[in-house]
Structures are given as C-alpha cells and as structure tokens.
C-alpha cells in the first residue's frame, strides 16, 4: 500500500533551525518532492530530490535516502514567515502518480 | 496574472445540486489535475489527465466526474453534491514533456455543500 508519514505539528524558534522528517512506503519511487502551504492558500514547490544526498537552495535543504524511504527538509535561520505546512509528496512513477503525506504545520515563534 | 486560476473561488451549495469548478492554465502543460484537502489529510487525488484525450480516476473518484475541454481547461463537476463533499479544491499542473514535473497549483476552491 501508499503510505506517507510525517509529523503533525512542530513549533521552533525564529532564527533557529528545524528538521522536518517523512518517511515514505509507496509502490514505485520516481522523486520526492516538497511544498509549502500557507493556511488557505495554495502549495508551493520548494524542493525535489530522486537521487540520494543532500539538496541545498538556499534557507532550505532537502535530504533523500531512498534504501530507508526517508526525506527531510532543513529550514535554517527561521523567520516568522515560515510558520506554515510542509507536505511531502513521493512521484510514484513517471506516470506521474503523486502521493501526498497529511502534511507538518510549522509555528515559529519570536 | 496567475498561471493557474481556478473558478468559483467560493461556493456555497445544497445537497444533491450539480455543481462545476473550472480550472485554466496558461503554463502550456499538458498534465492536469484535481484534487481535494481535507483537515489533517493532505491531498488526495480525484482525477488527472496528461492530455485532452486522456482521463484517469485518481483514489477518490466516486461521486466526481471531470472533462478537458482544451489542453487550457479542466472542469470537475460534482453530480450530486453531499455533505461530506465539503472541501479545499486545487487544480494543478505539471509538464510532462521535460523536466523533472513538479506541479504548480492553483489558488483553491472552498467548496461547502449544506
């Protein structure tokens, strides 16, 4: 079966740096992806990765081992503006099958 | 102006109306999608379609019908709307042709069926 887990809620500190864990059971493997939602608005790509290794662009890193069905996403140098859910989301196929986990909502606080 | 729109933004219906949500692109993909997100749930799929000739039941089709009537466009229609229908709607995007096909999303539809 499909199955993607992550963590329901975390709350970390601005300027601080936080560690969002997926972990992932699908049939196929073709990328993993993560977004970022605000509350009610629409998800926004902020990183992919298909081979393992780290994935740096910038705040934000992104780290797959696909023998563990593992991702993290790193978010350095919080600010409040990160406060929001992070859904990761594993491409099953290049049929382009998307599977989505129930997603992390991330409160920064001052 | 936004790549991906999606109209009603809103909606408010009764159970058993027949309502549509539309979706335009002007990312030119050829891959589209509908989706539905409930609290705590994430997203799940409810159809997509990698051309206009191409229609797919994602894991929660039933009670949902879809139709693409240009590379452009891609309408859901609830037959019957019920209750438990009450959702965030999103469209999205994806190009299938080249790169890796992340997929763009469109603002939303909140749909609430009484």
């Known amino acids: 079966g499909q199955n993607i887990d992550q963590p329901t809620e975390m709350t970390a500190t601005e300027g601080a740096i936080v560690q969002i864990n997926c972990t992932y059971q699908?049939?196929?493997?073709?990328?993993l992806f993560w977004y970022q939602q605000h509350a009610g608005e629409a998800p926004t790509f902020l990183s992919y990765?298909?081979?393992?290794g780290l994935e740096e662009k910038g705040r934000f890193s992104s780290f797959l081992s696909r023998s563990k069905g593992y991702s993290y996403l790193l978010l350095k140098e919080l600010q409040m503006k990160d406060s929001a859910s992070y859904l990761c989301a594993v491409r099953e196929d290049y049929g382009q099958n998307f599977v989505f986990g129930p997603g992390t909502r991330l409160s920064v606080l001052p | 102006d936004a790549d991906v729109t999606q109209t009603p933004r809103n909606r408010i219906t009764k159970t058993g109306k027949r309502i549509m949500l539309e979706c335009s692109q002007t990312k030119g993909h050829d891959r589209m999608y509908w989706y539905r997100q409930d609290p705590g749930l994430g997203l799940q799929l409810i159809y997509y379609s990698f051309d206009v000739k191409d229609i797919n039941k994602g894991e929660i089709s039933d009670g949902y019908s879809v139709s693409r009537q240009a590379q452009a466009k891609f309408s859901l229609s609830l037959e019957s709307a019920i209750p438990n229908q009450t959702a965030l709607y999103f469209c999205?995007?994806?190009?299938?042709?080249?790169?890796?096909?992340?997929?763009?999303f469109g603002p939303g539809t909140r749909l609430l069926v009484l």
């Open positions: 999205a995007t994806s190009d299938g042709t080249s790169g890796r096909g992340t997929q763009y």
């Open positions: 699908t049939s196929g493997f073709n990328g």
């Open positions: 990765n298909v081979l393992d």
